[in-house]
Each structure stands twice: as structure tokens, then as C-alpha cells.
């Protein structure tokens, strides 16, 4: 298991920013792909940006041009700048990882979840 750790939510008006944060621990060995997903309240979990290892983006077309996603490779982290917030932003945030983790010889594909964290934009 790989244990992901988010920081960097709250309430912000519309047109602010916040800087969302997830690091990962555990026996890893590799992170292939690191990426945050939100869901609001009545809709599905869907995908709003991730990075593979080598700095391949993917963002959501909803917020291109708004959100930049940037990782730290030698930290195990992810980071999701969010500017020009909207009120449809509102979601939680949940930061998802797969990869591979190694524990003594044994190496095992791993596709983990964070607890999420509340990102609110209201005035």
C-alpha cells in the first residue's frame, strides 16, 4: 500500500487561487503516473489532471488554461495550482497514484487513493 497525503484546500472567492498538494510514502519503487481527481456533491469522481513520471500532462478541458499540475519526482509529490477558481470548481479533491511497490523481491502494481480535501469557491 502507499499511504497519500493532500494539504492545500479551503475556501477561496471566485477568480482566487490555491495550491493543492499530495505526497506519497510507502515501499515504493516507482510512481508512474500521479494525478488529482475531484468529485462534487451528486456527480461522479472524474479525472482533472495528472503527470507520468517523465512530466506527460493531461488536464481536464474545463480547466486548461486555469490549473497547472507539476511534480517533484525526488519528493513523491504532486502539486495542482488552481487559478481563476469558479464556483463549479467546488469539489473534493482526491489525489490518485499507481505505480509499483517493492517489498524485499516482491514487486507489486499499487493504484492508490488520498482521503481527498474540500476545495470551496463562494463569495
Known amino acids: 500500500q502507499v499511504q497519500l497525503v493532500e494539504s492545500g484546500g479551503g475556501l477561496v472567492q471566485p477568480g482566487g487561487s490555491l495550491r493543492l498538494s499530495c505526497t506519497a510514502s510507502?515501499?515504493?519503487?516507482?510512481?508512474?503516473?500521479m494525478g488529482w481527481y475531484r468529485q462534487a456533491p451528486g456527480k461522479e469522481r472524474e479525472l482533472v489532471a495528472d503527470?507520468?513520471?517523465?512530466?506527460?500532462?493531461n488536464l481536464a478541458d474545463s480547466v486548461k488554461g486555469r490549473f497547472t499540475i507539476s511534480r517533484d519526482n525526488a519528493k513523491n509529490t504532486v502539486y495542482l495550482q488552481m487559478n481563476s477558481l469558479k464556483p463549479e470548481d467546488t469539489a473534493v479533491y482526491f489525489c490518485?497514484?499507481?505505480?509499483?511497490?517493492?517489498?524485499?523481491?516482491?514487486?507489486?502494481?499499487?493504484?492508490?487513493w488520498g482521503q481527498g480535501t474540500q476545495v470551496t469557491v463562494s463569495s
Open positions: 490518485h497514484a499507481e505505480g509499483v511497490i517493492r517489498t524485499n523481491t516482491i514487486y507489486e502494481p499499487y493504484n492508490d
Open positions: 510507502g515501499s515504493i519503487f516507482s510512481i508512474n503516473v
Open positions: 503527470i507520468t513520471s517523465g512530466g506527460r500532462t
